[in-house]
């Protein structure tokens, strides 16, 4: 069976929209007073009743082809449904609760909603001082994270222990939007990973790696002295492996301005995780990586100056 693109079209919108009120109301929500698009993409996001939050595959389940476009969302689904039950059993992480999982007709995850809103849609509100308090308590925030025990998921391919760190990551580089690169690009991009790719070789408990840690998937809710913190959400990009890999997020979302960045690390000090020995190597080693994911037009014929950039950028921070 070949799977079906269900980017909808105008015919469809009405037939989804009334998938997502059954799955709710199958679930165990009483009457679906409203439902809400606010998201779309391989993954659609509909709110319900301003109460709960669903998630649904773009695609139905197919069979065929194992890598397919089709496993894949059902093994993100799979796994976020899997990350967020153990959150609540094993830490106090801010997480989605989880109302109802399912694959049929389509992979959905139905949750309950978050009190507040993103933080992105709050952040210009607030003056200086909130900000780093902000900063401080989401360094906090990841690195208890950090220190949630994943042992259980050893067997998962997205668990990837410190023995493979190295030929994972260097392999990810050397591959993906590498090609796009011109000769003398690609020999500058294999020449630094050639030169620190041994700073890969660190010995680790594989932690539980948001990938996404920024004001998007962070939600606040304010009370009478400030906001705290309400949740994170969206784990289906997460794996486990060094820690320090999601500091690339965390720099592209708060680490503008210097200060942040060290309430950030303050925080994220306090739960008694820092940064090792060679960070400055890794943390471009691990930017250069996520480039290689997806590489801007602008970045193509710049790799050399953008890798000393980042590389002195990195060295800013233990200055």
């Not at 289906?236 to 592209?252: F, I, P, Q, T």
């Amino acid at each position: 069976m070949q799977q079906k693109s269900v980017f909808p079209s105008t015919d469809e919108i009405f037939t989804l929209l009334q998938l997502a009120a059954q799955i709710a109301k199958d679930a165990g929500v009483k009457e679906v007073v409203s439902i809400r698009p606010i998201h779309k993409g391989a993954t659609y996001v509909y709110q319900i009743n301003k109460a709960f939050i669903l998630k649904m595959a773009a695609i139905e389940a197919c069979e065929g082809d194992a890598d397919c476009i089709t496993k894949f969302c059902i093994d993100n689904f799979v796994k976020e449904y899997e990350i967020l039950n153990h959150l609540h059993q094993y830490s106090s992480i801010p997480s989605a609760e989880i109302i109802d999982f399912g694959m049929e007709p389509r992979c959905y995850l139905l949750m309950k909603r978050f009190s507040g809103r993103a933080l992105r849609h709050v952040w210009s509100r607030l003056n200086p001082q909130k900000r780093m308090d902000i900063c401080f308590s989401l360094g906090q925030l990841l690195g208890k994270l950090h220190r949630v025990p994943m042992d259980t998921f050893s067997s998962h391919a997205w668990y990837i222990p410190s023995s493979k760190w190295q030929s994972v990551m260097t392999a990810n580089i050397l591959a993906r939007d590498y090609h796009k690169l011109s000769p003398k690009a690609q020999s500058v991009v294999q020449t630094y990973v050639q030169a620190h790719q041994a700073f890969l070789d660190i010995d680790y408990t594989p932690a539980l790696l948001h990938r996404e840690f920024n004001d998007n998937e962070i939600f606040v809710s304010h009370q009478q002295d400030g906001y705290f913190i309400s949740g994170i959400c969206d784990f289906e990009n997460a794996l486990c492996g060094h820690y320090e890999l999601d500091w690339v997020e965390v720099n592209k979302a708060f680490g503008t301005t210097r200060n942040l960045i060290a309430h950030f690390l303050r925080g994220y000090k306090s739960t008694s995780v820092s940064l090792s020995p060679g960070s400055v190597e890794r943390l471009t080693l691990y930017e250069l990586h996520e480039l290689m994911e997806y590489l801007p037009e602008e970045n193509k014929n710049r790799v050399h100056s953008w890798i000393n950039n980042r590389h002195q950028r990195w060295k800013s921070w233990h200055d």
